[in-house]
């Protein structure tokens, strides 16, 4: 199938991608491949972050999760995404975190994607905490803590070992189930993976330290005794109002670094801090503007809440691929009557051929 086969472009068909084709598209392209693109095209945005319109997302909270609205636009490309959070789901048999989203086209306002967005904002986020990293975590950094082995943490371990060249995995999660299934999901990939007992031997020689577990609360994942100098930490379960992974004190001594300041000071574990406590902008440290990590005793921290940025540059690269791949179908969107103010008309034609 080819995106833009029909010669005159069918105006109410808008390409789809469903879980299935997403599944499909993984394993055509390669999961690794997936990664590296996705993080390609996030940091080819993060360097024109001045360009898109930026609003901290729309949350609809309730005492179990939330439900949130991410748009943003660079003036020619519109996307949105709905995603939520209920870490109660996995113990109904639903998923903690599901999305989909819609990218369009700012001239005509149509949409040119709709797109299944759980896998891709799983593909995503881990896109996005390895460009970070790339700036943030140890040259020499070879071992990763895993603390929380559910939906997220392959595509984590994933993204590491393919941008960053990890290629040792300590993980723990409260339920050793999880950490099984994490390690035999990546088992023949090249890691060599110690599963831990507690999050305090999970951190054991880990350089860069990923927590990413689902809980809507403050937790305390990492203790200040747990993050040894040199250390990059990769926060990506905290992204909520009330909901943080990480003790106070290690704010207090890493430089942190967060994708939108204003989002971040709202869901992120700088929620803890003052309003003015300093950040650095990834973006800024992606063009040049500031530095990422200057020492080796530093302790980095990347503080991923995120941005619908990241979302936007996923579902480009997505809307890119689908030529190649033709895992899509067409669905039937947009109305389009002969006579763009004959909406009515079309209905009682459609009627009459009944
Ligand atoms: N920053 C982002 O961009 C981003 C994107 C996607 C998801 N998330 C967040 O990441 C988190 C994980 O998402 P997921 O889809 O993998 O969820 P999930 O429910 O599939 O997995 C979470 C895991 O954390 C474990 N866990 C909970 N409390 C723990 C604790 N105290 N110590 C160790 N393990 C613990 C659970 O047992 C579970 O296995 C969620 O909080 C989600 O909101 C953030």
Known sequence: ??????????????????????MQTVLDIGVEEMLAGIAAY??????????????????????????????TSDGEEYAFKY?????????????????????ADVDSGYPVLISEMTIL???????MSAVAARHLAPAAADTMAIIGNGAQ??????????????????LYDVDPVATEKCAANLAGRGFEIVRCA???????????????????????????NMVGAGVHINAIGGDCPGKTELHKDILLRSDIFVEYPPQTRIEGEIQQ?????????????????????????????FDSVGFAIEDFSALRY????????????????????????DLFGMILRAGAQR
């Open 1 to 22: 199938m080819s995106f833009d086969s029909s010669p005159v472009p069918a105006l109410n068909l808008v390409p789809f991608v469903s879980v299935d084709d997403m």
């Open 42 to 71: 996030i940091e080819e945005d993060f360097a024109r972050w001045e360009k898109f319109d930026k609003t901290p997302r729309l949350a609809a909270h309730s005492s179990v999760g939330v439900i949130e609205l991410m748009p």
């Open 83 to 103: 995603v939520n959070g209920h870490p109660k789901n996995t113990k109904e048999g639903l998923q903690t975190v599901t999305a989909f989203g819609v990218l």
């Open 121 to 127: 904002t799983a593909l995503r986020t881990a896109a």
């Open 153 to 170: 943490s392959e595509f984590q371990a994933l993204a590491f070992q393919g941008l960053l060249g990890i290629n040792k995995l300590r």
């Open 198 to 224: 507690s999050g305090q031997e999970a951190v054991e020689g880990a350089q860069i330290i990923t927590t990413v577990t689902a809980d809507k609360q403050y937790a305390t994942i990492l203790t200040d």
């Open 273 to 301: 801090l003052d309003a003015d406590h300093p950040v650095i902008e990834l973006w800024q440290v992606i063009v040049g503007q500031r530095e990422g990590r200057s020492s080796a005793r530093q302790v980095t921290l």
């Open 318 to 341: 997505l809307r890119d691929q689908l030529e190649r791949t033709g895992r899509y179908e067409n669905l039937d969107m947009i109305a389009d009557p002969d006579e763009p103010r």
